[in-house]
């Protein structure tokens, strides 16, 4: 190994040797005139051997002009002082081009006379902007270029900023809006002049969401963490629109929050079908429970018969003579296969409703006239017991619906009021139909009957053969009937009652 | 021995059914028919302690009180029924969760699917001459 130590003897020991050599920094061993007596392996590598070869001043020289002479100021006071420290300095690397180095300069007189300075040095960065170091400009000149290429910066930047077609908000860390971009006024209808100084939370939220939502914000950014959220804001206008908004603190040199910057793209299509979506398997997963219901009360209902008819052919099967019961068996089997053959009806025509969803054609219909058509066929119920109907439609009203449909709804919505009126007092029904442009058509049938407690009944009201009054005969299909028209129409039916006052229904059809 | 039977069912030709073989069997002779099970606890509960009926034949599945409200109101009056009713499911529900929840009570002493046979009767016939000895 090539040790390029004239003196002292130390140096050439090589259990110092494998120290120095092991070093990752810079070392370098001065004579007090400043010429070199030693480089380690890592400051040869940077500054090159030449500096071994003459003796003299020759690390001077290999120092920035601009730094020499506070070069030369720290080696002059190192000799008056244990530990100096050496700022930042340009030395010529051994390729040519500067480096930056700082470290200490270690007096060690006091131990090894003749050898008088120890340079321990680290590369470092230059200091203030780096971009911005170079050799070529200084002074005024390389001020001028900084602010150049800052201004060309920013203007870049605000031009993106400006006319992307994403909205852009910057607010101070109190969320005060300072600005926003064009974007943001696209989308929400407002202009940086009606914002400023508004939080986000005071005008985009909408009425519900928007605490908690800001709240959200808070707890998250407060860790000065970015954070991506879809979010509803509302329009000037009020119209509800979807953003992925990714909000980013802006920190200071301490680390604390000044600014936030929220960069929001609009994802309302996006949410619109994600929704519908949504709603559709919504409406898939009702249907199958729906049709799940109806398998298992249509085979309850099934069996029912057929367990009777099975049991009445036990019974005539099991006859012994001089019996006489074979009249009653007979008719009691009539009596089981035609239930049977209703069960069977009903399905047909709960299927043939259901299958017309889709494809169901409407008409306009004459409230009025289809209203006549009912109470031609109840007229005479109703005046068995005395009952009255009270109607409220607008004259002439029309709308369009599916007679058939609206006959089936009137008629049994009418037929349950007679055939569950109470006997205490007379019946009284009253039926209105309105029309409005907002809800479409509304139908309100409410009497003053038996009425049913809703606490008990009401899960099963509209269900299919569900009944609630004892000693009325009755199959438990009307009020299922009734619901699934209003549904096949797109409607809606609601209920009110309370036992022995009456009962009301709302259906509302809309447009 | 007690020899009165209660039948709980809205449909008619059950009762016919019913009542018809429990007589030919000779189960019991005083025999009560229901339509509604609300009238029946009225009746049974008035009968406890002293002269409930042997056995009840309960449908499931009715308007108004159905054969679970049925067995639910009776659950106060557990300990008197215990040994004197024996109370048995009579359902044309072919559907294993009813008779999984008729194990739910320990008063229920057997489900049965409709149509009751005759040999359902004599099993059950077995049963109740048994607990009398």
Known sequence: VQRNLASPAIFNSSFFASILELSVDILLVLEPSGGCQYLNNPAMALLGGDLMEKEGARLLTKVHPQDRSAFSQVLTQALTQPKTALPPCRLQTKQGPWCWLAGDVINMSHDLPGLVLVLLLKKVAPPGEGAFQGNEASGPEKKNARKKILQWELENLSLVASKTTNGVIITDNQYHIEWVNEGFTKHTGYTLDEVLGLRPEDFLYGQDAGRETADLYRKRLLHNLPLTLEILNYTKKGDPLWFLTEVTPVLNEQGKTVKFISIRTDITEKKNRESELLSLTKDLCDQNRDLQQFTYIVSHNLRAPIANALGLANLLADLKPGEDLLPEITKNMKTSIRQLDTVIKDINLILSIRDNKDTLALEEVTFKTVFNQVMHNLSVSLLECQGEINLEVPEGYTFRSHKAYLFSILHNLISNAIKYRSPQRPLQIKLECQGTPERGTTISCCDNGLGLNLETAGKNLFKLYKRFHTGIPGRGIGLYLVKTHVETLGGEIKVWSSPNKGARFFINLPE | ?133
């Open chain 2, 1 to 133: 021995m007690n020899r009165k039977a209660f039948i709980i069912d809205d449909d008619q030709i059950c009762h016919f059914i019913t009542r018809h073989l429990i007589k030919s069997e000779d189960l019991a002779q005083e025999i009560t028919c229901f339509f509604e099970a609300q009238q029946a606890l009225d009746l049974l509960v008035a009968q406890l302690p002293e002269n409930p009926p042997a056995m009840i034949f309960l449908d499931l599945n009715m308007p108004y009180m159905n054969g679970w409200q049925f067995l639910d109101a009776l659950r106060p009056y557990e300990s008197q029924l215990r040994c004197k009713t024996r109370i048995f499911i009579l359902t044309s529900s072919v559907d294993a969760v009813d008779q999984e929840k008729s194990l739910e009570y320990p008063y229920v002493s057997g489900y049965f699917l409709k149509p009751l046979q005759t040999a359902d009767l004599k099993t059950l016939g077995k049963l109740i001459k048994q607990e009398s000895r």
